[in-house]
C-alpha cells in the first residue's frame, strides 16, 4: 500500500476511533470490541475528527456502504497533502476533504468541461457549468472555509501552475461517465500532469462481473471491468500500485435492469422492488490505488 511522503503520523482518541469502528463494519456485522482492534483502523486523529462532525450527520448515513475512513487511508492521503478530487458532484466526499486538508494541506475540485459532450444536453451541459463557477463559493458558505481554499477548474483549463504539485487525485464513482462520454483519455491526461513525480490516483469504481458481456460493461450501466481499468490507466501513463476490497459488495449482481441506478441512494426504478434493493445495498465496488510512471 502506498504510504503518505508528507507529515507524520497522528494518534486518534478512542471515541473518535469507536466511531470510525462503526462506520467500517459491513452491514449486518458487530463493531470489534475494546480487546478486538478493528481491521484497516485509520491511524489520523483530524480525518477521525472530520468524520465524527456533526455536519455529517446525513452523510454518514452512507459509511456503511463508501467507507470514506479506510478509503482515504486507503490511498494514503494525510491532512499536508495536495489533492485533487475530480468531479465532486453532490459533494459528499468534498465534506470530507475540504476540511480534512483545509489548515496544512490544499484542497482543489476539477470537473470535466460539459460543451462537446452531446449526449448531455444543452440545459444539462449550461448546469454543469453553472455548478462549476459557483462551486468554491457554495462550498465556502456550506463548509465555513474560505473560498479562496476550495477553488475549481474545469479539466481543458487547469492552471499550469498546478502542473507537478498535487500529490493525490481522487476519482470517485466517475470513470463509467469518462469513458461512456469519450473524454476519458484527455481528462486523466490534464490530471497526470498535474501530479508530482511518484503522485497517484485513487480510484472507486462501480465493478462489472469478469464475464460480463463488454457492452454492458463500457460504462453506460455504470459499471467497468477491473481488468479493463488497469488496462486504460496502464496504458494512459500509470501503473497499478495496490487494489482493495474496503468498498466490495457481494450482494450485487451488477446486472440489474437499469444499471448501478438501479440501487440505493438512486433507486432509478422506483418503488418496484424497492426492499429488495435496499437489501443489496450500494453497487459492488473495485478499489485501485495507480501511481504515476516516469
Known amino acids: 500500500m502506498m504510504t503518505s511522503t508528507k507529515g507524520a503520523v497522528r494518534h486518534w482518541t478512542i471515541a473518535a476511533a469507536s466511531v470510525l469502528a462503526l462506520a467500517a463494519c459491513a452491514p449486518g456485522e458487530q463493531a470489534p470490541s475494546d480487546d478486538e482492534p478493528a481491521a484497516n483502523v485509520i491511524d489520523d486523529e483530524v480525518l477521525a475528527e472530520v468524520l465524527a462532525h456533526e455536519r455529517r450527520a446525513d452523510d454518514a448515513k452512507r459509511d456503511e456502504f463508501r467507507n470514506p475512513g479506510e478509503t482515504l487511508a486507503f490511498f494514503g492521503l ?77 479539466g481543458d483549463s487547469i492552471p499550469d501552475e498546478l502542473d507537478g504539485t498535487v500529490d493525490t487525485v481522487l476519482i470517485i464513482r466517475m470513470m463509467h461517465n469518462l469513458l461512456r462520454w469519450g473524454i476519458a483519455e484527455s481528462e486523466i491526461a490534464a490530471l497526470r500532469d498535474t501530479l508530482k513525480p511518484g503522485g497517484v490516483i485513487g480510484v472507486v469504481q462501480h465493478r462489472a462481473k469478469p464475464d460480463a458481456a463488454d457492452e454492458f460493461a463500457d460504462g453506460n450501466a455504470g459499471y467497468l471491468k477491473e481488468a479493463d481499468l488497469v488496462d486504460f490507466f496502464s496504458e494512459n501513463g500509470f501503473e497499478l500500485v495496490d487494489s482493495s476490497e474496503i468498498n466490495a459488495n457481494p450482494a450485487d449482481t451488477a446486472d440489474h435492469e437499469a444499471g448501478v441506478w438501479t440501487l440505493p441512494p438512486t433507486y432509478a426504478l422506483g418503488d418496484q422492488d424497492r426492499d429488495k434493493y435496499t437489501a443489496i445495498g450500494e453497487s459492488d465496488r473495485m478499489t485501485l490505488l495507480f501511481r504515476k510512471a516516469e
Open 78 to 154: 494525510a491532512p499536508d497533502q495536495t489533492v485533487i478530487e475530480y468531479a465532486p458532484g453532490g459533494g459528499w466526499y468534498t465534506r470530507i476533504l475540504a476540511p480534512y486538508l483545509a489548515e496544512e494541506g490544499q484542497y482543489i475540485a476539477v470537473g470535466f468541461a460539459p460543451e462537446g459532450i452531446d449526449s448531455l444536453g444543452a440545459d444539462f451541459q449550461a448546469r454543469v457549468r453553472e455548478g462549476g463557477e459557483n462551486f468554491s463559493a457554495e462550498q465556502s458558505e456550506a463548509l465555513g472555509i474560505e473560498a479562496e481554499k476550495l477553488p475549481f477548474h474545469f
